[in-house]
């Protein structure tokens, strides 16, 4: 059997979490990631080597690491390396690539194509409008009844460019924060906010045909009880009872075949992971988002629970032949926790409690920002590390998961965690 390298490109807790399960593949017998991450090698069963030196948009310094290093696949796991065309650049020197065409990841990095595009194919949706001047969007709001909105900036922004206003004064102020986000706010979307449960579920598909992998539930807010703004996701549960065999049926037919039969009819057959962000609303299914990706956290409780080899996954991907597998799943329950710095803290401090965290049946931890110095631990900056316990239901799931965050603090005292993931779960298991 071939013996495989992969590069992974993308340095968070969803690269991590890829890279552990590609480290799985007999198939596979190094791992490279850009930029990776200190953390990268704990969980891996080959050697990884990272590369914190090199942008996950430098295409020309990627592709001169596939070559040196006879790259077999690699697998384009975060958003702006899909903007920039890297799966197009890396299939043009025959190499597998996992992630879609520029063109087709589109979807997720222009949300104003994004909008028109779900409005062409009748994709259920939030109402909005698209702009290209703060004037303009405060005109519109000022003649709209009194209400509640999202204001989002068109272009990608680590996830933090959809800010929720509860009124119109409130409106205002968040049109103003789109030049926060400089070119990316430049354009901005004013969406309906819709009142329901979010899920999200994830897509694989070849271009010519796909499979559905999993739901999750993010919770975005930053602090227990759904409080604070919106982050990257503070934490994650899988699979969330929300998502019953008849909404998933649901969605595949209103929103995913739609997507997919858009996109191909487009010219831009999607090619890698599609993440939907949806909201249920009266039973009915809406689109909140599309990604090009898996999402982070919830590829970290939905990629462990993967039965077939990943390698296998993506090699069929890339070489359009998803219909000769069969994507099998286990039927544990899976949390994510997030562990981040509180805001505006100094950074470096010491990490204290991560191995003895690890020694705990059924936990893993996937890193995301913390640096390895010797046997030592420090901080950077934002989300720092994900938690993630496996378990016959939620119940049991959360159990270990909080039993080995307890093990774990920051120097200082300076972190947050929530401590509510998959809270919605636990009140339907105890109605």
């Known amino acids: 059997m071939k013996k495989n390298v992969v590069l992974v490109i993308g340095g968070g807790g969803r690269e991590s979490t890829l890279v552990h399960k590609y480290s799985h593949s007999p198939q596979v017998s190094k791992i490279l990631s850009i930029p990776g991450n200190d953390l990268m090698q704990i969980n891996s069963r080959v050697p990884v080597k990272i590369y914190p030196?090199?942008?996950?948009?430098?295409i020309e310094q990627i592709l001169k690491v596939c070559k040196k290093k006879n790259v077999d696949l690699v697998d384009v796991a975060i958003d702006a390396a899909v903007e920039a065309g890297v799966a197009d650049e890396v299939e043009k020197l025959g190499i597998m690539a996992v992630g879609p065409s520029k063109l087709a990841g589109q979807i997720e990095w222009d949300k104003a194509y994004a909008r028109d595009f779900m409005k062409k194919y009748k994709i259920p949706q939030p109402k909005f409008e698209i702009f290209?001047?703060?004037s303009k969007g405060k005109a519109y709001i000022k003649k709209q009844k009194e209400g509640k909105w999202f204001i989002k900036a068109n272009g990608l922004v680590d996830g933090k460019g959809a800010l929720s206003a509860n009124n119109k004064k409130h409106a205002l102020e968040r049109i103003s924060e789109m030049s926060r986000f400089g070119k990316m706010g430049e354009t901005f979307l004013i969406e309906e906010w819709l009142e329901g449960e979010e899920f999200s579920t994830f897509i694989i598909s070849d271009g010519k045909t796909y499979q559905i992998v999993g739901s999750a539930q993010d919770h975005k807010r930053m602090?227990?009880?759904?409080l604070g703004e919106n982050t990257g996701g503070m934490g994650c549960s899988a699979p969330p009872l929300l998502v019953t065999p008849q909404l998933l049926k649901l969605v595949d037919k209103t929103?995913?075949?739609?997507?997919?039969d858009g996109l191909k009819k487009e010219g831009r057959p999607f090619k890698g992971v599609l993440y939907l962000g949806g909201i249920v609303v009266a039973g009915k299914p809406f689109v909140i988002e599309f990604n090009a990706r898996w999402g982070d956290p919830e590829a970290e409780v939905i990629i462990p629970g993967i039965q077939n080899d990943l390698f296998e996954i993506g090699k069929a991907i890339s070489l359009e032949k998803l219909s000769s597998l069969k994507i099998k799943t286990d039927n544990k329950y899976r949390i994510a926790v997030a562990f981040?710095?509180?805001p505006d803290p100094t950074e470096?401090?010491?990490?204290?409690?991560?191995d003895k965290a690890r020694k705990v049946t059924g936990v893993t931890i996937y890193n995301s920002r913390v640096?390895?110095?010797?046997k030592k631990y420090f901080s950077?900056?934002?989300?720092?590390?994900?938690?993630?316990?496996?378990?016959?239901?939620v119940i049991e799931a959360r159990e270990k998961v909080y039993q080995a965050a307890s093990f774990i603090f920051i120097e200082g005292n300076n972190h947050i965690f929530r401590t509510d993931i998959g809270w919605r779960d636990v009140n339907r298991v105890n109605k």
């Open 132 to 134: 290209n001047s703060q």
């Open 348 to 354: 470096g401090r010491e990490f204290f409690g991560i």
């Open 371 to 374: 640096q390895k110095k010797g």
């Open 255 to 260: 929103i995913i075949k739609k997507t997919l």
């Open 223 to 226: 602090y227990t009880g759904d």
């Open 53 to 58: 030196q090199i942008k996950t948009t430098d």
């Open 380 to 393: 950077q900056a934002g989300r720092q590390l994900f938690i993630v316990a496996e378990g016959r239901n």
């Open 340 to 342: 981040a710095l509180r």
